[in-house]
């Protein structure tokens, strides 16, 4: 692999560093990896800020879902700190109308009733059908949403309303760049993999198979080997 070049990893909605952690035992031999918090402001600027004020000089960044979109943040205020880029079960474009108005019925709910309320909403799309009804991976869903608490949670949501459309960026991402998604993501599905790959010049699509939308949860073994190979 590229020994030594620091990984940054940014989860996704409702996520913590546990989203990460088969890769980051791994892929942490031999080099530094940071897990950023992508609940603790509610613009997509002022988390790439975070990151950015927190990384080291040059890095390599991975974002999930919500995480790409940080990532394309950074991309966008610091292109030549990042020295490569994986983009996991995520996507270009903005919102949808009614994708925002869920989200903003979402806020309303979590604030009224707190994120366990929104969880059974959600959870059937962070898991690919066959892992829905593991209790491993549903506990660990829960922790994760927990963690991030309804203070986080309307943040995230914030942040993820106010995204602007990446498409147009795609063309100018001039680093080696691997897209991965679950086979069975109903979230960002596999098309909007595609869109991505084929719009960023030699970028690399990675289908994991067995996995939904948190796929370095579901399938971690086969993220964590294109993620390798992303890195080497």
């Known amino acids: 692999m590229n020994a030594g070049l ?32 992508s609940a603790n402001a509610d613009t997509l600027g002022g988390l790439a800020e975070r990151v950015l004020r927190s ?3 040059r890095f390599a960044l991975a974002g999930l879902s919500m995480g790409g979109y940080v990532a394309f943040e950074i991309l966008r205020r610091a292109p030549l700190r990042v020295d490569r880029l994986c983009l996991l079960d995520t996507t270009a474009r903005p919102d949808t109308a009614d994708q ?28 690919a059908p066959r892992n829905k009804d593991d209790p491993h991976l ?13 203070d986080g949670f309307v943040r995230q949501q914030l942040a993820i309303l106010a995204r602007p459309d990446s498409r147009a960026d795609l063309a100018t991402i001039g680093i080696p760049t691997t897209v991965i998604v679950g086979s069975d993501d109903q ?34 073994k086969a993220v964590t080997a294109a993620m390798q190979e992303w890195l080497a």
Do not use: C, Y
Not at 7 to 35: F, K, S, Y
Not at 138 to 150: D, F, K, L, Q, S
Not at 206 to 214: E, K, L, Q
């Open 187 to 220: 979230i960002t599905p596999k098309d909007r993999a595609e869109e991505m790959a084929e719009a960023i010049p030699d970028a690399k699509l990675v289908v994991i198979p067995d996995a939904g939308h948190f796929a370095p949860l579901e399938n971690p």
């Open 138 to 150: 549903a506990g660990i869903v829960a922790e994760m949403a927990n963690a991030v608490g309804v």
């Open 100 to 127: 925002s108005a869920r989200r903003h019925m979402l806020i309303e709910l979590a604030t009224r009733e707190g994120v366990a309320a929104v969880l059974p909403l959600l959870r059937p799309g962070f898991l």
């Open 6 to 37: 620091p990984l940054i990893l940014i989860p996704g909605l409702l996520n913590t560093a546990r989203l990460w952690a088969d890769q980051a035992a791994v892929l942490g031999r031999g080099r530094p990896v940071a897990v950023a918090d």
């Open 55 to 57: 990384a080291p000089e």
